[in-house]
């Protein structure tokens, strides 16, 4: 599978964005989307999830009542609605692929090639 994310950019603190990935092959319904972002310097974490069968969704507490993951089975898609973007959000962000919910990015089998998300303040 190849996962392509899109989406990032410049933003002023408070904007928002949407990033999106997309899936090359259709997903299995034991399949889960995520997104991790890597802030410079640091590394690699957990923002958002979604199961493919059932949709249910999983968030940081950082992410929690800003953003919003969804998945579009009919465009094989995975976006992330981010709102009320602060400048700590800045990063890379990827998204991935796992069959199990893990906020821990060592556990992702499958990963896109991530888009730039600057947030400046």
């Known amino acids: 599978v190849q996962l392509q994310a899109s989406g990032g950019g410049l933003v002023q603190a408070g904007g928002s964005l949407n990033l999106s990935c997309a899936i090359s092959?259709?997903?299995?319904?034991?399949?889960?989307f995520g997104w991790f972002r890597q802030p410079p310097g640091k590394e690699r974490e957990f923002v958002a999830a979604v199961r493919w069968s059932n949709s249910r969704t999983y968030y940081s507490d950082s992410a929690k009542g800003r953003f919003t993951i969804s998945r579009d089975r009919p465009e094989n898609t995975v976006i992330l609605e981010m709102n009320f973007l602060k400048p700590e959000d800045t990063g890379i962000y990827y998204c991935?692929?796992?069959?199990?919910?893990?906020?821990?990015?060592?556990?992702?089998?499958?990963w896109g090639q991530g888009t730039l998300v600057t947030v400046s303040s």
């Open positions: 991935a692929r796992s069959s199990s919910v893990d906020r821990d990015y060592k556990f992702w089998n499958y």
């Open positions: 092959s259709r997903p299995f319904s034991s399949h889960v």
